[in-house]
């Protein structure tokens, strides 16, 4: 059964820095996988999805990374902000039997200081 | 830009009761889905429905719930019989096709007292 766990649980830095959140799958047979935003008590934005057959994929300062046969992605922020402040869930996409069930990580919450 | 649209944003209900929660998929898309996210929990999914019928639900989707797209935009999720357990935030997503890009709405909160 496909797990996704996102590490560290919260993250907090200070405004400007760059930073990496990872997020690690047991099963590499995943068709893709979609990093969220998720601000409090609201909906899920996506973010960024990467194609199996990718290695990134970029969004002004977001960069994601995956690692298929490593089961790990990362997403990459680049000159934090106090606006990038949410947590961040990434979900994977199996191949083969289900079409569209995404499997979540918990995320990662992420705090930026002014 | 098209966005993914649920009402209401918050139900109260008594225990018991059953409830109806409305989303408006993504117009072009053609793969519809409900997860839910327990408060301090993953989110999961709960059924997807792809040409007016379920193409797959979770253990969690049982007879208790139903889904219904009853007219070309509203895609709705019936949940009968509430019980305290089932208090979320229930999100509705759509996509063009089963494999792309996912897109959410807002979700309703679901409280059951």
């Known amino acids: 059964k496909q797990e996704v766990t996102q590490i560290p649980a919260a993250l907090s830095v200070p405004e400007g820095e760059n930073l990496v959140l990872n997020c690690s799958f047991t099963?590499?047979?995943?068709?893709?996988l979609q990093w969220f935003r998720q601000d409090p008590g609201k909906g899920l934005t996506s973010l960024l999805l990467?194609?199996?057959?990718?290695r990134e994929q970029t969004s002004g300062r977001l960069n994601a990374s995956l690692d298929k046969s490593s089961g790990r992605s990362t997403l990459y922020i680049a000159a934090s902000q106090p606006g990038d402040s949410a947590t961040y869930l990434c979900?994977?996409?199996?191949?083969?039997?289900?079409?569209?069930?995404?499997?979540f990580g918990k995320g990662t919450k992420l705090s930026v200081k002014p | 830009e098209p966005e993914v649209t649920q009402t209401p944003s918050h139900q109260v209900t008594q225990m018991g009761q059953e409830v109806i929660l409305r989303c408006v998929p993504i117009?072009?898309?053609?793969?519809f889905y409900w997860y839910r996210q327990i408060l301090g929990q993953k989110v999961e999914f709960l059924v997807s429905?792809?040409?007016?019928?379920?193409?797959?639900k979770s253990e969690i989707f049982d007879d208790q719930f139903s889904v219904e797209r009853p007219d070309g935009s509203n895609f709705t999720l019936k949940i009968r019989s509430t019980k305290l357990e089932d208090s979320a935030m229930y999100f509705c997503?759509?996509?063009?096709?089963?494999?792309?890009?996912?897109?959410f709405g807002q979700g309703t909160r679901l409280t059951v007292v």
């Open positions: 997503a759509s996509g063009y096709w089963g494999n792309t890009e996912a897109f």
């Open positions: 099963d590499s047979a995943i068709y893709n």
């Open positions: 990467i194609q199996s057959s990718q």
């Open positions: 979900a994977v996409r199996e191949r083969g039997g289900s079409q569209g069930n995404l499997i």
């Open positions: 117009s072009n898309h053609l793969y």
């Open positions: 429905f792809y040409n007016n019928e379920i193409s797959e």
